[in-house]
């Protein structure tokens, strides 16, 4: 198997959230034998003057809190992960991450993220999404879980076992199914593949596409799921696919759900500004609407120079798509 986790940075606030986050990163850097680097991002609230004297005690006062935080974590990690060590910043808690992630060839980010929806969202945004678009390596996000379900953190499956992996075929969709495969090797977990087709819809010219063509449309999507279930059968993998007609982010929540998932590995194009609010994102809507832990990745896995990507199974590489997901 290849170790495509040598460096895991797991990124805290110290909220209620981050606890679930902590422990699958304490777990992974057991597993892939990694380094782990324990990060806290102090921010000020923006137009405060950092030369000030009130805001320079203000950040004094909490780096020592997040200093002592940061060393009650390091000691539980050094209980399970001989190398481990902190890292405090102050600034932009998602650009900061992204640095550090870089500036230490990261191969691995894990962070807690709210979850927010509506209003809440929209005003203070996540940082884990922006950390989605900006980061140099892969991502996994653990969702904020309702408290009743999180009481034992020791009952979460930090290993996963049932892995669900979204693909559409396009590049960045085939760089998360690569990279799943191999996280899957590594917890010996099974894969469910699932392909979604949206309802039909009108094209601009009032026309719907031709049954007949729908129906080898679908034809070919289920030969190419059934390519990439094969490679993963012959990788010493259990493995399946499903193939939903409903609309891309609920067939992820309900595969999920049905499959009992510890983990949903997908592709996202990491698009940012203008493209990303008139398109949407549906990483983002599943980071809202799911409880599973998100693995993102784009495509390259890497940025250039961060780091040598796993090389692209040759089977896989003649599948390429038109259908993609808009993440």
Known sequence: MINIVKH??????FSPCSAPAFRYAVEWAKVFDATLT?????SLQPGVDIDAGIAQRYLDEQRNVA?????????EAHQHVPH???EMRTGLASSQICDVAREQHTDLIITGTHGW????RVVFGSIAER????????????PD???DETTDLHTLTLQPRQIVLPVDFSDCSIDAYEYGVEVAKWFDASVTLVHAIEPLSYSLDFSLTHPLEDKANRKKIEHRLQ???????????????ELVYTPTMEAIVKTSAAQEADLVVMGTHGRKGLPRLILGSTTAKVLQHTPYPILTVKSPKFEEGHHSATKRDQSSDSVTSGNNLDA
Do not use: W
Request: charged residues 20%; negative net charge; glycine residues 6%.
């Open 38 to 42: 324990l990060f806290h991002g102090i």
């Open 131 to 142: 950390v989605i678009q900006r980061a140099p390596c892969p991502v996994l996000s653990i």
């Open 117 to 120: 929806t509506g209003f809440n």
């Open 145 to 147: 879980r309702n408290p």
């Open 8 to 13: 895991i940075l797991f990124a805290t606030d």
């Open 67 to 75: 200093e002592e935080h940061l060393k009650q974590l390091l000691d």
């Open 84 to 86: 481990a060590a902190l």
């Open 227 to 241: 390519e990439l279930t094969t490679v993963l059968i012959e990788q010493g993998l259990s493995a399946r696919y």
